[in-house]
């Protein structure tokens, strides 16, 4: 039986020890969308156990978190071993390269007054379009966000606690018969940020659940 919490830690300072800083969200998508090398079987590390490993990484002092401010002003902390004896300079290179392309592809998330969201808007079109689509190829959705409308706020007919989903959508099911039978509702939300993750302390869940 794999232990995944031990395997989530070990995995996190071996990259660690390779690329001497990374931001999170790249520790993430470097070890859930790809096997460990001694693992080639396994479809990788789910993000629950990396973040679980990640704090107890934090807590018994194995690795830490490094903020600095980029040359845009804005503050990107990255991760790294605490240990970095004979790798300071390595580090640095490291980090102020990681922070330089977070801060690039977080400023594409944010709108202004000319620009749009580059990410989150085009992601949430790409969602509907998809929704639409499908309902016009004959698969059995009701769109709950109609033409025009910015977000749904209700659910079941009240409002939606913790704020407005990006989309949602009945799914009428039918049976071996093709007759349509009991209907699923289906909240949506787009997240390009790595931020929704369904578990307890999550403040996503709680838009559906409090």
Known sequence: MINYHALART???????????????????????????HMPRLRG??????????????RDGTIEEVSATTRGGGKVTVVALRDRT??????????????????????WTRASKKIPNA????G?????????????????YRLLKRPGQGEVTQLFGVP???GPLDNAAHL????????????????LEADFLGNCRICPKSRFDVQFVD
């Open 172 to 187: 009428i099911a039918e049976d071996d018969k093709g007759i349509p039978g009991f209907a699923q509702k289906g909240p």
């Open 11 to 37: 995995s996190i300072v071996d990259l660690l020890r390779t690329e001497h800083a990374a931001v999170w969200p790249e520790i993430e998508a470097k070890l859930a969308e790809h096997p460990p090398p």
């Open 86 to 107: 004979g790798h300071t300079t390595a580090f640095a290179k490291a980090a102020r390269r990681k922070r330089l392309l977070q801060a690039r592809y977080l400023s």
């Open 160 to 162: 939606i606690p913790g």
């Open 45 to 58: 590390i789910d993000p629950h156990h990396l973040t679980s490993a990640r704090h107890s990484l934090l």
């Open 124 to 140: 949430e079109r790409v969602v509907h379009a998809s929704l639409v689509q499908a309902t016009a190829d004959g698969v059995g």
């Open 119 to 122: 990410i989150g808007e085009a």
